[in-house]
């Protein structure tokens, strides 16, 4: 088990946890994620490292759909069954120049180690993160520290500026001298907007995708995607691909398919929730480490 050591809100339904998990910490990369199972009985999904230290890792969790919830109801002392990783394909970080990063809702969590890695290579960044209303604006701190200018877009004003995030970018690519590099994270219809936005400058447009993802090593097929016309798999192959040969309809399509399934699940009676959470307590792993010998009870 991986224990909690930090669990705070950042916005509503939106919780950053900060996990001991010293392996995959140390390996792990800009723009790789994790698979998680809360429980035995879990599903397991993808979430993207926020963040790590020499122990442990952050994750940003939006609370959707079952488990989901079922996470940011975690609180320090508690333990996640399975984590898996580090998954994926590191985020290709070169000396581009002027780069853009461009964030929407959570995927400002995906921004955060971008924008850190890309500064780190020399470039200049400059970062616009959108969301609803002030209340769901995260991170902005973290990401000032790690740019050279940022932009919060709202879409009711009620800070930074009124607008979507392709305002901004459309504003940045008329008003100032050329761009070398834009990254896209966040809602699907926010990444293709990014994307028809970059092609006629010809700027090159990379997107972290977020389809359905099941086993996180291209053994089930869950998250396949379509790619210049090619099937790629964004576990192994992504999750980051060229937004301007992405085809972003597909994606949407696919991310539909189980949302009968996901509504259904969180109907489920809260007695349910309550039994699954008791399986995340630590004292569980006692339990499945002391029949091991003791060369195998190491991470």
């Known amino acids: ?50 963040d790590s230290d020499a122990s442990t890792i952050t994750l940003i969790v939006q609370g959707v759909g079952k488990t989901t919830r079922l996470l940011n109801q975690l609180q320090a002392g508690d333990a996640i069954l399975d984590v898996v990783g580090p998954l994926g394909r590191p985020s ?23 924008a850190v890695a890309l500064k780190a290579a020399g470039n200049e960044v400059v970062v616009v993160i959108g969301a609803k209303t002030q209340r769901f604006v995260i991170l902005e701190k ?10 919060v877009m709202t879409d009711d004003g009620s800070y930074g500026e009124q607008g979507l995030v392709t305002d901004k970018l459309r504003e940045l690519i008329h008003s100032q001298s050329p ?6 994270i966040g809602p699907i219809p926010m990444m293709k907007a990014v994307a028809e936005t970059t092609r006629p400058a010809g ?29 790629r798999f964004a576990c192994v192959d992504g999750p980051e691909f060229d937004a301007h040969l992405v085809d972003f309809d597909v994606l949407a399509q696919r991310n539909k398919l189980y949302r009968q399934q996901e509504q259904a699940a969180l109907q489920e009676p809260p007695e349910r929730t309550a039994a699954a959470l008791s399986q995340t307590h630590p004292c569980r792993l006692s339990e499945l480490t002391s029949n091991l010998p003791s060369s195998s009870k190491g991470e």
């Not at 990063?101 to 955060?112: C, D």
């Not at 761009?179 to 896209?184: R, S």
């Open 92 to 114: 290709e970080i070169q000396l581009y120049g002027r780069t853009l990063v461009i964030g929407g809702g959570v995927g400002s969590a995906i921004a955060w180690p971008l």
């Open 1 to 50: 088990m991986y224990l909690v050591q930090d669990a705070s809100f950042l916005a509503p339904e939106i919780k950053m946890i900060r996990l001991e998990a010293p392996r995959i910490a140390k390996h792990q990369q800009a723009g790789q994620f994790v698979i998680v199972r809360v429980h035995e009985q879990g599903e397991r999904i993808p979430l993207t490292i926020a």
């Open 203 to 231: 700027i090159p447009t990379t997107a972290s995708l977020n389809p359905i993802m099941i086993d996180g090593t291209g053994m089930c097929g869950g998250c396949r995607v379509l790619v210049g016309g090619e099937t």
């Open 142 to 151: 973290e990401l000032t520290q790690a740019c050279d200018q940022l932009f």
């Open 179 to 184: 761009w070398n590099y834009v990254m896209a």
